[in-house]
């Protein structure tokens, strides 16, 4: 992923820049140089803690959001999206001037700022409340909240946090770490979810580089050492693939970031070849994500994971352990071509044991679609990673590829309709749901269970052979429930990897001391669950028990698989 460059340079001028490269139609450029003027009028005067006219914050997340390709109610909010917290112009006017859309998303930027900032000792609730915990609670709520009303409102937040993340070197250590937390917390899984890696991996390396600079530094040292010196073999491993391989496998290759942004969707998608700079079709892991898979290397007897990964920065060996380290990315014609590459990859080099990712068949949580394997070539690790160019505009941007795509006219109802196609939508309207999750503590546990956790495993249902990603403290139980709903508290059976697990049932009575489901999944498990609706044993200390089990059971009738005799 090419890092977001010349952001200090973001103007109204590369705005505008940015926009006609989707949109060149007259009135658009119009509001957003209306925007641009409300803003700066109400923003006059004011400062930032770089000493840069306040303005330049409001320009760059609107910056941001064009290179996203979203609509322009969206740019215009993010031009706008302080100036009712800060100024005095009102919800109201910005409905006068831009319509009800436009209003609604600063709004609800506005309302997730305040709630973030407040103090406690003024609001007039329980004291329980006036926690600072349960105030991080509340704004959690508000942004989930936001999501279902408009997924646009956490959109232009993410890029507002972004911009602040790029500029929080003017804030005290202290500050820098609080926010860098609660970035790496919140708003990174939410741009996990929301499947908008460019933002994700971003605010993943300015967090880390506020809470851990020390090896921040040193591995942006060796990111670099280790990008120089493999990349002439990268290069020439894909010189060699490329020569090798049948023409019809239609590759359109890679290219620089700067050119998938600058070209026209609709020749892109037409073309049958693009070339670039061969530099670009390969890439070193970025550093929070090797910080991320050095973590994972702890032993459990290992307590403090900081001065472990300081270590580990001294021990060259622990760096080739990382599979996807080093990554080798293609962009086919179509996803027949991706499939054909496989084999041809796997063919020559053979393929490193539970390192075949089938995404594009199963798509993860957050629709992410891809072919990943990884091959070992002169002992170094390589993983590639093939998909189509549509895929590759949505791993990239996510929810916000789906709303560049629409035709006509943006409306919120359109943009929930897309939103509702992710997983994460549907877990979101369970939890709002369910009216068990009475209390701000209940509802903090189950946001962090399955909306921030960002970490994730790949299983196999031996069922049907799917792949299915599941996220990595997941149990037979978890999986039991996200494959079958309502029907996980009818789990009686479940294969693991040939081993069989079963309730134990006597007299009637379910033996819930002994609860086999409880067993944690690790990558590359293979697992098969079986449920019977006549018996119903949720797990104990079940955090969800997913509702309306009468209407479900009717409609899921004819798939349960019934044990065996």
């Known amino acids: 992923m090419r890092k977001i460059n010349d952001w200090q340079n973001y103007s109204l001028e590369t705005l505008i820049n940015y926009v006609e490269k989707y949109d060149q ?8 140089i209306k925007a641009y003027n409300m803003a700066n009028n109400a923003h006059k005067g004011v400062k930032r803690a770089s000493g840069k006219p306040y303005i330049t914050h409001p320009v760059a997340v609107a910056n941001f959001l064009a290179i996203m390709r979203v609509d322009i109610d969206s740019i215009c909010a993010g031009l706008l999206h302080d100036v009712v917290e800060d100024t005095e112009i009102t919800k109201e006017d910005i409905k006068l001037e831009f319509g009800d859309d436009v209003a609604e998303i600063v709004d609800g930027v506005t309302k997730i700022n305040k709630l973030a900032d407040i103090d406690p000792s003024t609001l007039s609730v329980s004291l329980d409340e006036k926690n600072p915990e349960n105030l991080r609670m509340l704004n959690r709520k508000k942004i989930i909240d936001s999501l279902l009303y408009d997924p646009r409102i956490i959109i232009v937040k993410l890029a507002d946090r972004l911009h602040n993340m790029l500029t929080i ?14 970035t790496l917390e919140l708003y990174v899984p939410l741009a996990n979810k929301l499947g908008i890696y460019r933002i994700q991996q971003e605010l993943e390396d300015a967090s880390l580089k506020c809470i851990e600079p020390y090896i921040y530094n040193r591995l942006m040292i060796i990111r670099e050492k280790i990008k120089d010196d493999c990349s002439p073999f990268l290069n020439t491993m894909l010189s060699e693939m490329v020569c090798e391989i049948d023409d019809n496998l239609k590759i359109i290759g890679h290219y620089d970031q700067s050119e998938l942004d600058s070209r026209n969707k609709k020749d892109l998608l037409n073309e049958t070849i693009i070339l670039g700079d061969d530099a670009s079709r390969t890439r070193i892991k970025h550093i929070y994500g090797i910080y991320e898979a050095l973590s994972k290397m702890k032993p459990e007897e290992e307590k403090d994971t900081s001065e472990y990964i300081k270590r580990l920065l001294f021990d060259k060996d622990s760096f080739e352990e990382i599979h996807d380290l080093r990554v080798i990315k293609l962009i086919m014609k179509d996803e027949d071509s991706c499939y054909s590459l496989i084999r041809y990859l796997h063919q020559k080099y053979g393929n490193v044991q539970n390192r075949f990712k089938d995404y594009i068949y199963s798509p993860k949580y957050n629709m992410y679609q891809s072919l990943h394997t990884t091959v070992s070539n002169e002992g170094k690790y390589v993983q590639f990673q093939i998909r189509t160019l549509e895929q590759e505009y949505r791993d990239t941007y996510g929810l916000a590829w789906e709303l560049y795509k629409f035709e006509g006219e943006y409306t919120r109802e359109r943009i929930l309709e897309e939103f509702k196609k992710y997983p994460a939508y549907k877990k979101l309207l369970d939890i709002k749901e369910n009216k068990e999750v009475s209390d701000l503590e ?7 269970k399955e909306i921030l956790n960002t970490s994730e495993i790949t299983v196999i249902n031996t069922d049907n052979g799917k792949s299915i990603a599941i996220r990595d403290d997941a149990t037979i139980r978890d999986f039991a429930y996200l494959i079958g709903g309502p029907l996980g508290d009818h789990l009686v059976r479940a294969t693991l990897n040939d081993k069989v697990y079963e309730l134990e049932i006597q007299n009637g009575v379910v033996n819930l001391e002994k609860y086999p489901f409880g067993i944690r999944l690790r990558d590359g498990d293979e697992i098969s669950v079986e449920f019977n609706e006549n018996i119903w044993c949720p797990a104990p200390n079940t955090d969800i028990v997913p509702k309306k089990k009468k209407r479900l059971h009717k409609t899921l009738k004819n798939e349960i698989k019934k044990p065996k005799e």
């Open 442 to 448: 209940s509802y903090q546990s189950l946001i962090k």
């Open 25 to 32: 139609r007259p009135e658009s450029i119009k509001r957003i």
């Open 169 to 182: 070197g003017y804030k005290t250590p202290i500050k820098q770490k609080s926010k860098a937390a609660e």
